[in-house]
């Protein structure tokens, strides 16, 4: 049996899945607000039960929104502060008396979609979540694909390629840089971005909606963003040459992505003919924490 514990800022879910795949069994709690300790405890009491409800003893993959430094052995980069530098996964792994597995939510994300969603048997999948921000993580025959630095498929904060004068130096983003992948394909960068060119105040969700209703401004501002995700991405076909990218976050329900962008890229793809997929993901929200039950894969 494999449990999946997806740790977010905001709930903490835990998923029990058998031997092939199907799920057990799935509760969600708060999680412990800004206390280390407590949501170390609340982890562990959520494993504890559903050994127990289930009769057996399962593994156990951890999906957290940071990653773990591979210098240091401790996370960094998490939204949810508390869990900033301390050593998590030791720690954990010292409640639970057994090794665990953990990966940042955007590896989880494209895990499960390579093994069981939307990209199911692909040889290699780029899954990108584009939501709030932009992750994303690399599958290699059903298995994440790691380096030294711990940062594998983190192109959100490379710069958005082939700029145009207008793109440049672009807009500032957190990570201290400008003009990154990120402010331009996060939906709040593709709201600043309409806001910059209409004066209007929308979010994505509503530029999206106008823009099927027939508005102009917002049809432009989404044909600027379908470009730009369609530069993004040739970036990554040319570097990995995935046979599939699955899409996360609140952005993959844009469904006209799936059409406009594949016919856009081809300008950019270093090959004459483009035979990369980009799909919808499967599982959604519940990728996070399936693939964090499928960290144990072997
Ligand atoms: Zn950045």
């Known amino acids: 049996m494999r449990l999946g514990v997806d740790l977010g800022g905001t709930k903490i879910e835990i998923i029990a899945l058998g031997e092939g795949g199907e799920e057990r069994l799935r509760r969600r709690i708060d999680t412990p607000r800004q206390d280390y300790e407590g949501t170390l405890r ?3 009491s959520l494993v504890e039960q559903a050994q127990a409800q289930l009769g057996r003893r399962g593994s156990v993959g951890v999906g957290t929104p940071g990653a773990l430094s591979p210098a240091s052995g401790r996370l960094r980069n998490s939204n949810s502060v508390c869990l900033n530098d301390r050593p998590f996964k030791v720690d954990l792994e010292t409640l639970l008396g057994r090794e665990i597995r953990m990966a940042n939510d955007a ?3 494209a895990l499960s979609e390579a093994i069981e969603g939307a990209a199911a048997g692909a040889e290699v999948v ?3 979540i584009v939501g709030t ?4 993580g690399v599958v290699v025959r059903q298995r994440l694909l790691t380096g030294p ?3 594998t498929g983190e192109w959100g904060h490379n710069p958005l390629p082939w700029p145009r004068d207008d793109e440049r130096p672009g807009p500032a983003c957190y990570c201290g840089r400008r ?5 331009f394909l996060s939906g709040p960068g593709m709201s600043q971005d309409h806001a910059r060119t209409s004066g209007q105040a929308l979010d994505a969700r509503e530029i999206v909606r106008r823009a099927a209703e027939g508005e102009a401004g917002c049809e432009v501002t ?3 963003y379908e470009e730009r995700m369609a530069r993004s991405l040739a970036h990554v076909i040319n570097v990995l040459d995935p046979h599939v990218i699955v899409l996360g976050g609140g952005m993959s329900n844009i469904q006209r992505l799936y059409e406009n962008v594949p016919r856009l890229w081809g ?3 270093f090959s004459d003919v483009v035979i990369t997929r980009l799909v919808p993901p499967q599982f959604g929200d519940s990728s996070g924490v399936r693939g964090a039950a499928w960290l144990w894969n072997d």
């Open 42 to 44: 609340a982890i562990v």
């Open 107 to 109: 590896d989880c994300f």
């Open 126 to 128: 780029f899954g990108a």
């Open 133 to 136: 921000g932009t992750g994303a």
């Open 149 to 151: 630095n711990a940062i």
């Open 179 to 183: 003009g990154c992948i990120e402010t």
């Open 222 to 224: 989404l044909q600027r």
């Open 267 to 269: 300008r950019y793809v």
